[in-house]
């Protein structure tokens, strides 16, 4: 498989002569390469997309949102091909990468909504002859910096909003992922977009570079690790871009003594372990208050995690999770793991030397916990965006609370109680984007926004939603006077209603 580029609604060959391998995680095989776009590849991208954006802008939004209710069908009819296309080269279970488009598609079907999305507000008689309102108008031409561990949602997630909000997109996908994004760009093609209205070019830092330093590219939303989310945010708003970032994370989920304990392990054998733990709202933090809490969690959780299903996807719909993305990623976590064991955190179940026959050079690890970490450690202060869940005992509620108050994170996290006191209380207080109760995974749904607090996003408005919205228009707002009869005289003071 040779991976270009897909510009005015075709796949281009990239004429840098730089590519990457594309890896499938199960087997360890390169199973094609992707073009890495260079400067000049990303202007003609970018001029292809303006020169088409005007027209699209001008398309009513009932006519825009036409496109995004035949993209939903089309994402439904082409659902088993996708989540498989996803699952290769991502190692996801194919219910997970199938759950990966959905929370896409869903975002697809709220911005069937953008006609009222977009309205503005109007004030009729705001003074003699004055009337008052204002709209919501496209930026232009904006881009998108998605990450390896949702290559559908995420991508979704921006492109269905900014080009329901009238804009051209522009897709800078993971370049470990490739193939669902270009795939999805033609669905779009299919449901009637225009060409140029999405765009999609491959690369790495030399294009994402480009991208910040565009002088027609309004607006960036990047979503990604931490110390990548804070160089796009710095370097895109020096160049005059708005631009919104999100970040890593490392989320708490806490268990108090009355929590339905059944429960509570089950929410942490799926939100800790689930896709391998590459996700961003993954759970990687148990907090259970009182010794005898966290003895019955271990106890509980620990044959839940030795039991795990570890297997590539095509081994059917039972499995709980597959490989990790990259060797290095392995290579990290592992190191990660056993620098854990060196600071003295004990580890109840240990799947560092997890083999699976047949995949020995698959990127496969086992579920891995610890029980009796501290704030000091490494497992604990670093996102480790694997399999590895860690447990922090806490003496009492507040001690609980304080540890992700004070995380430099703040992602998600979560609270396991039947009193509806305590829960009121910690949602109230903590320092953190998005929270559940009860809930181990609180990703908002499609019309809410997604967004975390702290060194978990950078930039004002979240993703999707109302605020994906208000991030990819601008508020214009409109004085219009009608005098009725001749008026003479100039007004020399700023004039006021009153
Ligand atoms: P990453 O930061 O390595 O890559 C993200 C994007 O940035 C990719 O498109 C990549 O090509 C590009 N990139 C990588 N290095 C770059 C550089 N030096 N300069 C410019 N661009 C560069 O992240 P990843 O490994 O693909 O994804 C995992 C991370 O994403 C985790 O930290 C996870 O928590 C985070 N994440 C956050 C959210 C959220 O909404 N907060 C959601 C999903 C993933």
């Not at 590519?19 to 000049?40: D, L, Q, R, S, Y």
């Not at 799926?270 to 733990?277: H, T, V």
């Not at 005898?292 to 969690?297: F, N, R, V």
């Not at 930039?459 to 994906?468: E, K, R």
Request: net charge negative.
């Amino acid at each position: 498989m040779e991976l270009g580029h897909f510009i005015g609604a075709k796949r281009v060959a990239g004429t840098s002569g730089r590519t990457k391998e594309v890896f499938n995680p199960a087997t360890g095989e390169v199973i094609g390469h992707v073009a890495m776009a260079n400067e000049e590849e990303l202007k003609a991208a970018v001029a292809n997309s303006a020169h088409a954006q005007p027209a699209w802008a001008a398309t009513n939004p009932q006519r825009r949102a036409r496109v995004m209710m035949r993209f939903v069908d089309l994402l439904n009819r082409d659902m088993d091909k996708l989540a498989e296309a996803l699952s290769k080269e991502h190692g996801k279970t194919i219910p997970d990468a199938k759950g990966d488009v959905i929370r896409g598609l869903e975002v697809a079907e709220f911005c069937i909504g953008a006609p009222q999305m977009l309205k503005g507000e109007y004030t009729d008689g705001a003074g003699p002859d004055i009337d008052m309102y204002s709209m919501r108008q496209p930026l232009g031409v904006v881009a998108g910096i998605t990450p390896f561990n949702f290559p559908a949602m995420i991508p979704m997630w921006k492109f269905c909003t900014a080009i329901a909000a009238g804009n051209a997109f522009i897709l800078k996908p993971s370049e470990r992922n490739p193939t669902v994004p270009i795939m999805l760009a033609e669905l779009m093609i299919e449901a009637g977009l225009p060409a140029g209205i999405l765009n999609v070019v491959n690369g790495d830092k030399q294009v994402v570079d480009a991208i910040l330093d565009d002088e027609t590219i309004q607006a960036v939303g990047f979503v990604g690790s931490t110390p990548i989310a804070e160089y796009v945010y710095s370097r895109g708003t020096a160049s005059g871009k708005r631009v919104q970032c999100f970040g890593g994370a490392k989320n708490h989920m806490i268990i108090m003594p009355d929590a339905d304990m059944d429960q509570a392990v089950d929410a942490l054998v799926g939100a800790g372990y689930g896709a391998a733990g590459e996700r961003c709202m993954a759970i990687s933090v148990a907090v259970p208050v009182g010794k005898e809490t966290a003895d019955k969690l271990i106890a509980k959780l620990a044959p839940r995690v030795e039991a795990l299903k570890i297997a590539p996807y095509s081994a059917g719909n039972d499995v709980d999770f597959g490989p990790l993305i990259s060797k290095e990623a392995m290579e990290r976590i592992k190191g990660l793991v056993s620098s854990g064991v060196e600071e003295g955190a004990n580890l109840v179940v240990d799947g560092r030397d997890f083999t699976l026959q047949g995949y020995e050079n698959g990127n496969f690890m086992g579920g891995c916990l610890f029980d009796n970490v501290t704030k000091d450690m490494r497992i604990y202060k670093e996102e480790i965006f694997g399999p590895v869940l860690s447990v922090v005992r806490a003496e009492s509620y507040e001690e609980a609370l304080d540890l992700p108050m004070s995380h430099e994170y703040g992602n998600g996290t979560a609270i396991f109680t039947r009193d509806g006191d305590t829960a009121r209380d910690f949602a109230a207080r903590i320092n953190i984007g998005m929270v559940g109760i009860n809930v181990p995974i609180p990703v908002p749904l499609a019309y809410h926004s997604f967004g975390g607090w702290k060194r978990s996003g950078f930039g004002d408005l979240n993703q999707h939603g109302p605020d994906g919205f208000k991030f990819y228009t601008r508020t214009k707002t409109v004085t219009a006077r009608w005098p009725s009869g001749v008026k003479e005289g100039a007004e020399m003071t700023i004039p006021t209603m009153g």
